[in-house]
């Protein structure tokens, strides 16, 4: 299962705990409390928003287009 840590209604990191490990035995119960479930393609930067997570909107002058 993986977790975001979501500071300011962002994504600071993403962690999974190793198998049959709890992520209460990872942290403290106070850095736990600023964990959620989070889908596996969840990232840290993402926006977390209304129970939702959001993707970065990168930049139209940062898209590099590769053509074959």
């Known amino acids: 299962m993986k977790y975001a840590r979501i500071v ?3 994504v600071w990191e993403v962690f999974t705990p190793p198998v049959g ?3 209460s ?3 403290t ?3 736990v409390a600023q964990f959620i479930e ?15 997570f ?4 990168i930049p ?9």
């Open 38 to 52: 989070c889908p596996d393609y969840v990232e840290a930067n993402w926006a977390y928003e209304n129970g939702e």
């Open 54 to 57: 959001i993707a970065p909107v």
């Open 29 to 31: 119960a106070e850095l």
């Open 8 to 10: 300011n209604d962002a």
């Open 25 to 27: 035995d990872c942290f």
């Open 21 to 23: 490990v709890d992520i």
């Open 60 to 68: 139209a002058d940062e898209v590099i287009i590769v053509q074959e």
